[in-house]
């Protein structure tokens, strides 16, 4: 299966930083997703990403699926980013696209 | 923009009793899924469903699991006879393809 990996696995940064998380991946596969756990444990959908770059406010993602790797920028960081940052991508089975989730990055951004 | 809804958000239960977990999918999705994240710990796959049965499954998913799309709106994960180690955040995704959408997640605490 897919491999997924994340790093840092933990990150503290002050408010108002900025911060890059990576996600490398062992398959050259093109439907990666960032996900953000709240602290109340809701997955809160980031971006669908499989190549290239997109940005949403103070967040944004690129993909190079050609070197197996993602990188998700936040900018300006607010104590509300808290939380763990995932990847996870897609193996296409027999019917089926299930994901393959990274460990996570734990961010906490302290005032 | 619309949503996968779960029922309950949470639920208490006694060691061997059995539970119900309930999805609503988004309506115009294909493949309904089911995963578990237990405290700490990455999201895990359990199941896949797809044109009226299961299409992926993981070795977590065992017969003390099973799943049901009683109509045309529901799917449900059945957990028979729980033990404490089911205790978990279970996320009821549905996609068109690759891409999903996760619902807000059910804690199950087996007591």
């Known amino acids: 299966g897919i491999q997924v990996e994340q790093s840092p696995p933990d990150l503290i940064l002050q408010e108002g930083a900025n911060s890059t998380l990576r996600c490398n991946f062992s398959?050259?596969?093109?439907?990666l997703q960032w996900f953000h756990q709240n602290p109340w444990g809701q997955l809160i959908n980031l971006f669908y990403?499989?190549?290239g770059t997109k940005q949403n406010g103070r967040l944004s993602a690129t993909t190079v699926a050609t070197e197996r790797y993602s990188l998700l920028y936040i900018s300006s960081s607010q104590t509300t980013d808290s939380g763990v940052y995932f990847c996870?991508?897609?193996?296409?089975?027999?019917?089926?696209?299930?994901?393959?989730f990274g460990k996570g990055t734990k961010l906490s951004v302290i005032p | 923009e619309p949503e996968v809804t779960q029922t309950p958000s949470h639920q208490v239960t006694q060691m061997g009793q059995e539970v119900i977990l309930r999805c609503v999918p988004i309506s115009n999705h294909l493949y309904f899924y089911w995963y578990r994240q237990i405290l700490g710990q990455k999201v895990e796959f359990l199941v896949s469903?797809?044109?009226?049965?299961?299409?992926?499954k993981s070795e977590i998913f065992d017969d003390q699991f099973s799943v049901e799309r009683p109509d045309g709106s529901n799917f449900t994960l059945k957990i028979r006879s729980t033990k404490l180690e089911d205790s978990a955040m279970y996320f009821c995704a549905s996609s068109e393809y690759e891409r999903h959408s996760f619902g807000e997640g059910s804690r199950l605490t087996v007591l």
């Open positions: 996870a991508l897609a193996y296409s089975g027999a019917g089926s696209y299930q994901l393959t």
């Open positions: 398959d050259s596969v093109n439907n």
């Open positions: 990403i499989p190549s």
């Open positions: 469903f797809y044109n009226n049965e299961i299409s992926e």
